[in-house]
């Protein structure tokens, strides 16, 4: 049997089990909790807040409620990681996740006790990605209160053969590492953004009904939920709100440390970039940057951030 049969009859195997058991939520769907992911969110719509009398939970809160805690573990017999197990055995040693997709049936409300299920969906692979060889594996969440389903996620990764691996084995192939860039997802939601940084601009998504501007890029207004958006052209002046300095795990195609910062734009929104001409020991949280354009290619152009 192939190592690939072998993946695939495990696969086969797992999906078989169907849904686990089920995990109740450490926590009832509670108004606290509900406040501080509102606040981390920056999340204002009065629908959820305290006092408005609805008692119910922004639905993108589903996850949260089976969160394992700090310190966690997933259950011995969790299809996905049984999965990722597989895989890493069988040399697909590194992991990238690549989608996520949410369905909510139901606002949940205050006092609920919340379960939730897992179970593989499916497993698809080798193929052939800018990443490495890999299968994708999708696997599937619900959440119910009672017998009743409130919400369900497919979420996808790839398991994935580091091409730096390969090229350590392979000499002859390595290519140069500058050649190889992680690229943002664009999609209609974020293809304004990305046309923009080709031509120079810094744009941010506005609503045409009320004129809030928001980012990241989505369908709908947060504020007034209307659909109808345009765009405005940043200053690209804003300062450090926030900084990460990144010396682990390695980046394909980058030296290491990287400085990303969280930058709070003029407009008043932020945007999370890479700072390019400064020291770790150097960056202090309020300092000013201006956007500049990196051109990777002809159908990316990534802005980043330089000390004014
Ligand atoms: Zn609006």
Known sequence: ???????????????????TAGRE???????????????????TNPRFAAGSGRGEAPPSMAQVWTMYGLGGKPPADDPLHG???????????????TNCEQEYVRYLRVGEQVRVTTALDSVVGPKQTAMGEGYFVTS?????????????MLFRVLKYKPRSVVEERAPASVSKP???????????????FWDGTAAGELRIQSCNACGALRFPPGPACPDCGALDRGHVVASGRGTVFSYVVH?????????????????DLEEGVRMVGELVN????????????TVDFRRIDDDLTLPVWRTS
């Open 83 to 97: 999965m990722m197990n597989v895989l890493t055995d069988a040399g697909y040693t590194a992991v990238l996740g």
């Open 178 to 192: 500058e050649t190889f860039v992680l690229r943002p997802m664009q999609n209609r939601d974020t293809e304004f």
């Open 278 to 289: 400064v020291e770790p020991d150097d960056i202090k949280i309020g300092m000013p940057v």
């Open 25 to 43: 939520a450490r926590d009832p769907v509670n108004q606290p909790t509900i406040n501080n992911w509102l606040e981390a969110m920056g999340n």
């Open 1 to 19: 049997m192939s190592l690939h049969d072998q993946v695939m009859a495990e696969a086969a195997r797992i999906q078989g089990l169907g849904e």
């Open 247 to 263: 010396r682990h795990p390695p980046v394909p195609g980058r030296d290491l440390p990287i400085l990303i910062a969280v930058v």
């Open 140 to 152: 599937r969440s619900t959440w119910y209160v009672g017998s009743e389903v409130v919400a369900t």
